[in-house]
């Protein structure tokens, strides 16, 4: 049995190092397609294209790779390699194994790759024109290495496992792997990641937890709400967190080169090559179809408008707001407020003006404390990625971060202190408790990313965080305990 920890053992035998070791270059050398790359970039570089893709598609596989690839030129240095099989490749040539780098794709890009990685002694390229393609390159290495090569590459590289001496497979899915023994004996080394695990992972169910906002003006409401009113809400929440979904599809698609190089980011799907970059897209217009379908039968028209505006905030975020300096901070923190103002629009429920500056200022704290943490993590003063900050930003970011913190519990301070309040709960004085939970919430949520053990999210490292967690479970129970006081505890406080 060849793992990926053996191959290298398999690879340097004496018996073998007189072979030529051939390495595919999509799929093995790179955890992804080169096609679905250049796809990717044209979308990165022309969003709009996304509209048309599908229309190119209608003139078969090998017309939409002709178009993409004559608007597009893929830089070596921003494609997802095999990071171990770089290393046993290494290891390899300094055992004195001649390498080869072969691909179906163009001659340029694998002599562009083979001199980045500077690791290849030849490359075979085939342009794609013959057809199939493959049986022309297996018979050029066929010619090129009479005494016999070996060969690293996917499962549906049939026509050179079969030329091959010996084949080892990377990436292999199921399905392509029973197709590939039938031709020829191959040795798995790897396979290919659940797909339904990264499709679950790309669409970040635990971020839908932030979405329980559109709910919050129902719970919130001075009367008891209906069973009805609920539903309502909680189905606003499901459509809202399909059209999150979608953005992250999208957002992920235009930052692949960024998260690359993002020591957590790089392992999301599209980034490492879980999930092929080609099913992106229509995962986006799903996604987005299902929601405003849901939408549309089911809620007021009011809160269908809301949600496009939601959309088109989170798009315009994507695409260009995101790089903004301080810009990027405030619609974050709008959209998490705008998601609160959604809820009361599909419920019918007034939003008050107390709860939507809290949100405001609370949500532009954590905001701030998102940029910190990317900041913090750079190892020089530069910028950071598709961002509008430098490290030497970090103390500003920092002030306005905590400030915008202690002045969203200044605002819930002074709503306890209302008379808006009394109309809500029994017992309005026990909110006073929430304030010290808050405060410890916060100064802890600064503390940690100061400390550099908050490497992501801070919503996302909240919804994980145990003591996090208690604090939003003493804040609930408190908030329950003045709304609904039992008369023998009003009598203790009067």
């Given at each position: 049995?060849?793992?990926?920890?053996?191959?290298?053992?398999?690879?340097?035998?004496?018996?073998?190092?007189?072979?030529?070791?051939?390495?595919?270059?999509?799929?093995?050398?790179?955890?992804?397609?080169?096609?679905?790359?250049?796809?990717?970039?044209?979308?990165?570089?022309?969003?709009?294209?996304?509209?048309?893709?599908?229309?190119?598609?209608?003139?078969?596989?090998?017309?939409?790779?002709?178009?993409?690839?004559?608007?597009?030129?893929?830089?070596?240095?921003?494609?997802?390699?095999?990071?171990?099989?770089?290393?046993?490749?290494?290891?390899?040539?300094?055992?004195?194994?001649?390498?080869?780098?072969?691909?179906?794709?163009?001659?340029?890009?694998?002599?562009?790759?083979?001199?980045?990685?500077?690791?290849?002694?030849?490359?075979?390229?085939?342009?794609?024109?013959?057809?199939?393609?493959?049986?022309?390159?297996?018979?050029?290495?066929?010619?090129?290495?009479?005494?016999?090569?070996?060969?690293?590459?996917?499962?549906?590289?049939?026509?050179?496992?079969?030329?091959?001496?010996?084949?080892?497979?990377?990436?292999?899915?199921?399905?392509?792997?029973?197709?590939?023994?039938?031709?020829?004996?191959?040795?798995?080394?790897s396979r290919r990641p659940s797909i339904l695990r990264a499709l679950v992972a790309e669409l970040r169910l635990h971020q839908w937890?932030?979405?329980?906002?559109?709910?919050?003006?129902?719970?919130?409401?001075?009367?008891?709400?209906?069973?009805?009113?609920?539903?309502?809400?909680?189905?606003?929440?499901?459509?809202?967190?399909?059209?999150?979904?979608?953005?992250?599809?999208?957002?992920?698609?235009?930052?692949?080169?960024?998260?690359?190089?993002?020591?957590?980011?790089?392992?999301?799907?599209?980034?490492?090559?879980?999930?092929?970059?080609?099913?992106?897209?229509?995962?986006?217009?799903?996604?987005?179809?299902?929601?405003?379908?849901?939408?549309?039968?089911?809620?007021?028209?009011?809160?269908?408008?809301?949600?496009?505006?939601?959309?088109?905030?989170?798009?315009?975020?994507?695409?260009?707001?995101?790089?903004?300096?301080?810009?990027?901070?405030?619609?974050?923190?709008?959209?998490?407020?705008?998601?609160?103002?959604?809820?009361?629009?599909?419920?019918?429920?007034?939003?008050?003006?107390?709860?939507?500056g809290f949100s405001m200022f609370l949500f532009t704290s954590l905001a701030f404390a998102k940029r910190f943490v990317e900041l913090?993590?750079?190892?020089?003063?530069?910028?950071?990625?598709?961002?509008?900050?430098?490290?030497?930003?970090?103390?500003?970011?920092?002030?306005?971060?905590?400030?915008?913190?202690?002045?969203?519990?200044?605002?819930?301070?002074?709503?306890?202190?209302?008379?808006?309040?009394?109309?809500?709960?029994?017992?309005?004085?026990?909110?006073?408790?929430?304030?010290?939970?808050?405060?410890?919430?916060?100064?802890?949520?600064?503390?940690?990313?100061?400390?550099?053990?908050?490497?992501?999210?801070?919503?996302?490292?909240?919804?994980?965080?145990?003591?996090?967690?208690?604090?939003?479970?003493?804040?609930?129970?408190?908030?329950?305990?003045?709304?609904?006081?039992?008369?023998?505890?009003?009598?203790?406080?009067?």
């Amino acid at each position: 049995m060849v793992t990926e920890s053996s191959l290298g053992e398999a690879l340097r035998q004496p018996d073998v190092l007189s072979r030529p070791l051939c390495v595919a270059l999509d799929g093995a050398l790179l955890t992804t397609r080169v096609s679905w790359e250049r796809v990717a970039l044209l979308f990165r570089q022309r969003p709009w294209l996304a509209l048309v893709l599908p229309f190119w598609l209608l003139g078969g596989a090998k017309s939409l790779k002709r178009r993409v690839k004559g608007r597009v030129e893929l830089a070596p240095a921003s494609l997802p390699y095999r990071s171990w099989l770089l290393a046993e490749l290494t290891s390899c040539r300094a055992a004195g194994r001649k390498l080869v780098l072969v691909t179906t794709t163009d001659t340029a890009l694998a002599e562009s790759v083979a001199a980045h990685v500077s690791l290849f002694d030849a490359v075979y390229a085939s342009d794609g024109s013959a057809v199939p393609a493959e049986p022309s390159l297996s018979a050029a290495l066929t010619a090129a290495f009479p005494d016999g090569f070996d060969y690293i590459g996917q499962s549906d590289d049939t026509a050179l496992l079969a030329a091959a001496t010996r084949s080892y497979l990377v990436g292999a899915s199921s399905d392509a792997l029973g197709a590939a023994r039938s031709t020829a004996p191959v040795v798995v080394v790897s396979r290919r990641p659940s797909i339904l695990r990264a499709l679950v992972a790309e669409l970040r169910l635990h971020q839908w937890a932030k979405n329980a906002l559109v709910v919050l003006p129902v719970l919130l409401a001075p009367t008891t709400p209906s069973v009805a009113t609920l539903a309502r809400a909680v189905l606003a929440a499901f459509t809202v967190s399909l059209c999150a979904s979608a953005g992250y599809v999208f957002n992920d698609l235009l930052d692949l080169e960024a998260d690359r190089v993002h020591p957590a980011k790089s392992k999301r799907p599209f980034a490492s090559g879980a999930l092929p970059i080609i099913a992106g897209f229509p995962l986006f217009f799903a996604l987005l179809a299902l929601s405003f379908s849901l939408a549309v039968v089911c809620l007021p028209t009011a809160f269908v408008a809301m949600l496009g505006l939601y959309f088109v905030g989170t798009l315009s975020y994507s695409l260009y707001l995101k790089r903004l300096m301080l810009i990027d901070v405030l619609v974050l923190a709008g959209l998490y407020t705008h998601r609160i103002l959604s809820g009361g629009i599909a419920t019918d429920v007034r939003v008050s003006a107390w709860l939507l500056g809290f949100s405001m200022f609370l949500f532009t704290s954590l905001a701030f404390a998102k940029r910190f943490v990317e900041l913090h993590a750079l190892s020089s003063d530069e910028r950071v990625k598709n961002r509008g900050y430098f490290r030497v930003d970090l103390p500003m970011v920092t002030s306005m971060g905590t400030a915008s913190g202690y002045i969203a519990a200044l605002v819930f301070m002074l709503y306890v202190d209302s008379s808006a309040v009394r109309t809500a709960y029994r017992e309005p004085s026990l909110l006073w408790l929430v304030l010290p939970a808050l405060l410890y919430w916060l100064g802890r949520i600064w503390l940690l990313a100061g400390r550099g053990k908050m490497q992501e999210d801070p919503v996302k490292f909240a919804l994980r965080d145990r003591s996090s967690l208690a604090c939003v479970a003493i804040i609930g129970l408190i908030a329950v305990t003045a709304r609904f006081t039992p008369a023998w505890l009003v009598a203790v406080f009067h």
